[in-house]
T-cell receptor, first 113, second 112 residues
Framework: AQKITQTQPGMFVQEKEAVTLDCTYD???????LFWYKQPSSGEMIFLIY??????QNATEGRYSLNFQKARKSANLVISASQLGDSAMYFC??????????FGKGTRLSVIA | NAGVTQTPKFRILKIGQSMTLQCTQD?????MYWYRQDPGMGLKLIYY???????DKGEVPNGYNVSRSTTEDFPLRLELAAPSQTSVYFC???????????FGSGTQLSVL
């Protein structure tokens, strides 16, 4: 079975600083995809970034980048130049060839002015 | 573009009542999903569908039923509501199995 572990229940970061949110995963399927979603206090789920298991380069989307270390089974999200609007819950998720998206428990990020 | 639309946004049920959470998408996506999110937790998959007429159980299907008669609609039925079903329910869709999910805005359900 697929599993996502997010070990940081809460994180604080100073505005304009970079922050790394940890995510480790477990799967025996060689083909999988890793996703990060943001959930602000309003509750909606916002897609941030995707990394496929066969992608050679780490994914980037604006201020978001994914530090993908396949051998260590980690897919950490890096947010550069944090903004107050980045305060939210962040969820890591994995999808395999025959299993829909499985989510971790999330990390609450608080950006301090 | 409406995307994924869920109704209602809020609902309070009494123990033993039944209700249907509605979900419709206008993106012609084959894949649709129902997740629930308990307070302070991640999302858990209840049911999913890979196309009209095809549904399958997720991680937490007990107490729920689904149907998929059209590509657009994927209603979730709660029979005999229980306090353990108090949660926020999200419907989502995707164009392909490997693609990102588009989520609805959620339904906050309380069973008292």
């Amino acid at each position: 079975a697929q599993k996502i572990t997010q070990t940081q229940p809460g994180m604080f970061v100073q505005e304009k600083e970079a922050v790394t949110l940890d995510c480790t995963y477990d799967t025996s399927d060689p083909s999988y995809g890793l996703f990060w979603y943001k959930q602000p206090s309003s509750g909606e789920m916002i897609f941030l970034i995707y990394q496929g298991s066969y992608d050679q380069q780490n994914a980037t989307e604006g201020r978001y980048s994914l530090n993908f270390q396949k051998a260590r089974k980690s897919a950490n999200l890096v947010i550069s130049a944090s903004q107050l609007g980045d305060s939210a819950m962040y969820f890591c998720a994995i999808r395999t060839g025959n299993t829909p998206l499985v989510f971790g428990k999330g990390t609450r990020l608080s950006v301090i002015a | 573009n409406a995307g994924v639309t869920q109704t209602p946004k809020f609902r309070i049920l009494k123990i033993g009542q039944s209700m249907t959470l509605q979900c419709t998408q206008d993106m012609n996506h084959n894949y649709m999903y129902w997740y629930r999110q308990d307070p302070g937790m991640g999302l858990k998959l209840i049911y999913y569908s890979v196309g009209a007429g095809i549904t399958d159980k997720g991680e937490v299907p007990n107490g729920y039923n689904v149907s998929r008669s059209t590509t657009e609609d994927f209603p979730l039925r709660l029979e005999l509501a229980a306090p353990s079903q108090t949660s926020v329910y999200f419907c989502a869709s995707s164009s392909r199995w490997s693609e990102k999910l588009f989520f609805g805005s959620g339904t906050q359900l309380s069973v008292l």
